[in-house]
């Protein structure tokens, strides 16, 4: 369960979602009202998730399907454990470009691994946390796709997968959200940039209340 003097939001969707965009609003509202605010993010939220996003996201040749599941909980179990717990015991709210929710979909879904499998190895990582919230930002393939190449140079390992990859991706995401729908906030991502961070403002708005 999460920690109960902290708030821990996190952010999931398919690449070009505007996960960022969202939890980088988000985060100045927050910050607007006063609160203490931590962003993160999986992979890449410490000096040690640095180095694994370069190797998970940015290495060339082929990566065991296991090993990729492996290699993100690995950067979950010391994220957790040096920013976010810490974060969450001072009262802190925490806001996460992705979390175990990622995993499940991409490398359970995505690379057709046991989605329950995957969960659990991120549970053992980090003893258990879930988000008090999760906002998922829903969209079609075709769409994450047209943004993304309105924004990159290069794509990374997973952005440069086939469609049917991502579409497995969006599939098992929705099931997430349906399976946990006390969790997730659910939006769809083609939705105005102001009516989407006024929605998610709401939803956190009673969290705090």
Do not use: C
């Not at 909980?73 to 001072?90: C, E, F, G, K, S």
């Not at 086939?162 to 599939?171: C, G, P, T």
Request: charged residues 30%.
């Amino acid at each position: 369960m999460p920690d109960a003097r902290g708030l821990f939001l996190t952010f999931e969707g398919g690449d070009g979602s505007g996960k960022s965009t969202q939890s980088a609003l988000l985060t100045e509202w927050l910050a607007s009202l006063g609160r203490q605010v931590v962003h993160s993010r999986e992979p890449g939220g410490t000096e040690l998730g640095l180095e694994l996003r370069e190797i998970i996201l940015h290495r060339r040749g082929y990566m065991a399907p296991r090993a990729e599941a492996l290699l993100y909980a690995a950067d979950r179990a010391h994220n957790i454990a040096t920013v976010v717990r810490p974060a969450l015991a001072r009262g802190d709210i925490v806001i996460q470009d992705r979390y175990l929710d990622s995993s499940v979909a991409y490398q359970g879904a995505g690379r057709v691994l046991d989605p329950a499998e995957v969960r659990d190895v991120s549970l053992w990582a980090t003893e258990g946390l879930l988000p008090d919230l999760t906002i998922l930002l829903d969209l079609d393939v075709a769409t994450g796709r047209d943004r993304l190449d309105d924004s990159r140079t290069r794509y990374d390992r997973l952005e440069a997968e086939a469609a049917e990859f991502h579409h497995r991706v969006r599939d098992a995401y929705l099931a997430l959200a349906a399976a946990e729908p006390q969790r997730f906030l659910v939006l769809d991502a083609t939705l105005p940039i102001d009516e989407l961070s006024t929605r998610i403002r709401e939803r956190v708005s009673d969290l705090l209340a």
